[in-house]
């Protein structure tokens, strides 16, 4: 059996189109998506079936890595363990 330490995720790295790369929580990362998903007109397919942004991001947050705002413009953001 897995040890559930791998699953857990203490942040996120963040990375966006000419921006330095930013360490987020997760309830950072859930409001930055959240906050991006709110001024996106025409959402992926997958994220349509949530009725809340606070859904949406959170179904980003465990199934994704990533998302295309346009065409080469695209966000990412991947779970880190920091080490004390």
């Given at each position: 059996?897995p040890?559930?330490?791998?699953y857990?995720?203490?942040?996120f790295?963040?990375l966006?189109?000419?921006?330095p ?11 930055k998506?959240?906050?991006i998903?709110?001024?996106?007109a ?5 994220l ?5 942004l ?6 980003l ?6 998302l295309t ?11 880190v363990?920091l080490?004390?």
């Amino acid at each position: 059996m897995p040890d559930p330490i791998m699953y857990q995720e203490d942040m996120f790295v963040w990375l966006a189109p000419g921006e330095p790369e930013v360490f987020l929580t997760p309830a950072e990362l859930q409001a930055k998506l959240e906050a991006i998903l709110a001024d996106q007109a025409d959402l992926p397919r997958d994220l349509q079936k949530f009725s809340t942004l606070s859904a949406q991001a959170s179904h980003l947050m465990q199934t994704a890595c990533e998302l295309t705002l346009k065409p080469g413009e695209t966000l990412q953001w991947y779970a880190v363990r920091l080490e004390k």
